[in-house]
């Protein structure tokens, strides 16, 4: 018999979504303690709550739980970095590619491209290029491949946040991401899959590139 997920109460949610939006625009950075007597009067709550969005926000690999250190932000490496991102190298253009031979519809993708060129500053930006990326592969019509993806997409939009911090370089992926979504428009399910595999290589190359530690070696 399959279990049912627990719901997670209102002010937990309430909680969670705020401080993952905090991580995510880079209002908290990684590193940074989380403490919850701050966080609980922050949000006008009790410790309850926020004590059980962050031990939610630990499972999905934004926050880091240390028995001696409490809690903190994670910290963004390339070895983390390239992780994340093999995954969504290996599990993201096949889910577009699927999008597209299906001829599911791709105006939520549309619509976060047009807020992403719009944002008014580098936070909203990140938030619109992170529901562009899920627009791309939740249509697939295979509700686990959509639900890997959505596990490492908060971790993703960490490396971006950190990586944008360092080096923005959203000009440059907006005009990627309108030419994976044109040819995703024109019914090209190779070239979309194609142009999407390179944007997510070349990103985490430039933005953690192989160095002395592995060699020099690509």
Same mark, same amino acid.
């Given at each position: 018999?399959?279990?049912?997920?627990?719901?997670?109460?209102?002010? %937990?949610?309430?909680?969670?979504?705020?401080?993952?939006?905090?991580? /995510? %625009?880079?209002? @908290?950075?990684?590193?940074?303690?989380?403490?919850?007597?701050?966080?609980? &009067?922050?949000?006008?709550v009790s410790k309850t709550p926020v004590r059980?969005?962050?031990?939610?926000?630990?499972? %999905?690999?934004?926050?880091?739980?240390?028995?001696?250190?409490?809690?903190?932000?994670?910290?963004?490496?390339? $070895?983390?970095?390239?992780?994340?991102?093999?995954?969504?190298?290996?599990?993201?253009?096949?889910? @577009?590619?699927?999008?597209?031979?299906?001829? &599911?519809?791709?105006?939520?993708?549309?619509?976060?491209?047009?807020?992403? $060129?719009?944002?008014?500053?580098?936070?909203?930006?990140? /938030?619109?290029n992170r529901e562009f990326h899920r627009a791309?592969? &939740?249509?697939?019509?295979?509700?686990?491949?959509?639900?890997?993806?959505?596990?490492?997409? $908060?971790?993703?939009?960490?490396?971006?946040?950190?990586?944008?911090?360092?080096?923005?370089?959203?000009?440059?992926?907006?005009?990627?991401?309108?030419?994976?979504?044109?040819?995703?428009?024109?019914?090209?399910?190779?070239?979309?899959?194609?142009? /999407?595999?390179?944007?997510?290589?070349?990103?985490?190359?430039?933005?953690?590139?192989?160095?002395?530690?592995?060699?020099?070696?690509?």
């Amino acid at each position: 018999m399959t279990s049912v997920p627990t719901p997670i109460p209102s002010r %937990t949610q309430f909680v969670l979504e705020g401080i993952k939006h905090r991580i /995510l %625009t880079g209002q @908290l950075t990684p590193g940074q303690a989380l403490v919850e007597t701050d966080l609980a &009067a922050q949000f006008g709550v009790s410790k309850t709550p926020v004590r059980e969005a962050l031990k939610t926000l630990a499972g %999905t690999g934004l926050v880091v739980i240390n028995q001696y250190k409490g809690v903190t932000v994670r910290m963004v490496d390339a $070895d983390m970095a390239r992780e994340v991102y093999d995954v969504r190298l290996l599990l993201e253009p096949e889910a @577009l590619r699927r999008v597209v031979r299906r001829g &599911a519809s791709l105006d939520a993708a549309r619509d976060a491209l047009t807020r992403a $060129d719009a944002a008014a500053d580098t936070a909203e930006r990140s /938030l619109a290029n992170r529901e562009f990326h899920r627009a791309l592969y &939740a249509p697939c019509g295979n509700p686990l491949l959509g639900r890997m993806l959505d596990e490492v997409r $908060d971790q993703a939009a960490l490396v971006s946040a950190v990586a944008w911090a360092a080096e923005p370089s959203w000009e440059r992926e907006a005009g990627e991401h309108r030419e994976i979504l044109r040819l995703a428009l024109d019914g090209d399910a190779e070239g979309a899959a194609g142009a /999407l595999h390179a944007h997510i290589a070349s990103f985490v190359r430039r933005a953690f590139p192989r160095g002395q530690e592995e060699g020099g070696q690509e």
